[in-house]
């Protein structure tokens, strides 16, 4: 049986951008909907086109260049936005207008001071007039995980008979828990007149670190369309990670048996274009895509991986576009991991000799935070000079050697590029020869 569909909608143009310091002008907004494009997302959220003439443009430029996926702009439930919205998406193949009004009792008293009954006639008339516009129309009832209920079903009622396509549900302000967000979805399916023939949405903030659980708790109770974007950009503490929600899906089908179009290989290419662009690093550890999320410091890790990289990798690196893991070497690391980077310099080590090395390299890993192979090289030669003839060690390899000492660190020069740290790399692994499985493992400690 065909595993169900989900949309991603992808708005790190809009809701991302919205992130302080991500904003993004005309040209950098088409080069990353190309690449979203690439990627293969379903939605492009382009813009907000009446938040500024550069947003109107942009929204202009990427539904020009980009044919493929649908392209949605946002725009308040107010005529003037919804006319600006659609005049921008005009060259659109697919155009998708966006139209959100808050409905929860807070924003309704203190920001629009509107009552409930004129917020549902305010959501209605527009969604009609949007509907002029475009065939396809979403609307977005802001704060909808702080609204009441029984109002949230009577606004969503209302906006499905005046034509909406799309009902988006945002935890505008990361509030909702997992358990609460499937409950509230599955609730809308039993109690929302027509929502049979609309496809639900959910759009989840990170204030409590929570968007992506929200989002696929969403899935799980029925939505059909999830909305995030690129490195969990986004206001405040940012959006739903487009990249972990695609992967879990992907990775954990046994507990959600769905699908997307996205091509994963591109995630991390897609990640990398968008921290060139605004300057926003991704934090080191960020699931999926962060400097980290593939490499391994611990030496009993280090140890598995060497085995078999099962055992401390759920995806490939190769999955989401990164080149490869990284065996990073540490005051954490075993000697499994440090042995083979020896013989990656040129240097192959019988046990002996190893288990010297490795003892001076545990107290110099300790003194210093970041191991360099030229910090590694000295070692060796140190360790080597003290007992020149030390059992078991073969002729070491000069000219990587020489060349890793003098600091040239070029890939033809060595077999793995070094970066902040001494790398491991784990293409030219076959597999480890001297080492016992049980030893290995406790010296990893
Ligand atoms: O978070 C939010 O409520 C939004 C809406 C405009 C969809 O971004
Ligand atoms: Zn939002």
Excluded at 79 to 101: K, N, T, Y
Aim: aromatic share 4%; net charge negative; charged share 25%.
């Amino acid at each position: 049986m065909e595993s169900a569909r989900i949309t991603i909608f992808d708005t790190s143009l809009r809701d991302g951008e919205q992130s302080p310091g991500c904003s993004m002008n005309v040209q950098e907004k088409v080069r990353l909907a190309r690449q979203l494009d690439r990627l293969g997302v379903d939605v492009i959220e382009a813009g907000f086109p009446i938040a500024s003439d550069g947003d109107f443009s942009a929204v202009q430029a990427v539904a020009a260049a980009v044919p493929r996926p649908v392209i949605a702009a946002l725009a308040r439930a107010a005529r003037h936005d919804l006319e600006r919205a659609a005049r921008a998406l005009e060259a659109a193949v697919r155009p998708r207008l966006h139209v959100f009004l808050a409905t929860s009792d807070i924003h309704l008293q203190h920001k629009l001071r509107i009552s409930r009954a004129q917020c549902i006639d305010q959501a209605a008339d527009s969604v009609r007039l949007a509907r002029t516009y475009a065939d396809d129309v979403e609307f977005s009832p802001e704060d909808a995980t702080r609204t009441e209920p029984e109002f949230l079903f009577q606004v969503l009622e209302a906006v499905i008979q005046a034509g909406a396509t799309t009902l988006n549900i945002p935890d505008t302000v990361g509030y909702t828990v997992p358990s609460e967000f499937g409950e509230l979805i599955r609730n809308l399916r039993e109690r929302v007149p027509g929502i049979e023939n609309v496809v639900i949405s959910a759009h989840c903030h990170n204030d409590l670190g929570l968007a992506v659980a929200n989002s696929l708790a969403a899935v799980a109770g029925g939505a059909r369309q999830v909305e995030c974007t690129i490195n969990g950009i986004g206001e405040r503490a940012g959006n739903a990670s487009l990249e972990e929600i695609v992967m879990a899906l992907r990775v954990r089908t046994d507990r959600f048996p769905y699908c997307t179009a996205v091509q994963t290989e591109e995630l991390y290419p897609t990640s990398q274009m968008l921290e060139e662009i605004t300057g926003i690093p991704v934090q080191p550890n960020k699931a999926i895509i962060g400097r980290n999320a593939f490499a391994h410091e611990a030496g009993i890790h280090q140890d598995g991986m060497l085995k078999n990289r099962l055992t401390y990798e759920i995806m490939t690196p190769q999955s989401v576009g990164v080149p490869d893991s990284k065996l990073v070497l540490g005051k954490h690391s075993g000697r499994h991991a440090l042995s083979l980077r020896c013989e990656q310099l040129g240097y192959h080590f019988e046990r002996r000799a190893l288990d010297e090395i490795y003892r001076q390299f545990v107290v110099l890993a300790d003194q210093i935070k970041h191991v360099h192979d030229h910090h590694l090289l000295r070692l060796i030669r140190e360790t080597c000079a003290e007992s020149p003839a030390a059992p078991g060690q073969v002729e070491p390899g000069q000219a990587a050697a020489q060349a890793a000492a003098a600091g040239d660190s070029s890939p033809q020069s060595l077999p793995a590029a070094p970066e902040d740290f001494s790398v491991v790399g784990l293409r030219s692994v076959h597999g480890s020869e001297t080492l016992s499985e049980q030893e290995d493992y406790l010296w990893g400690v």
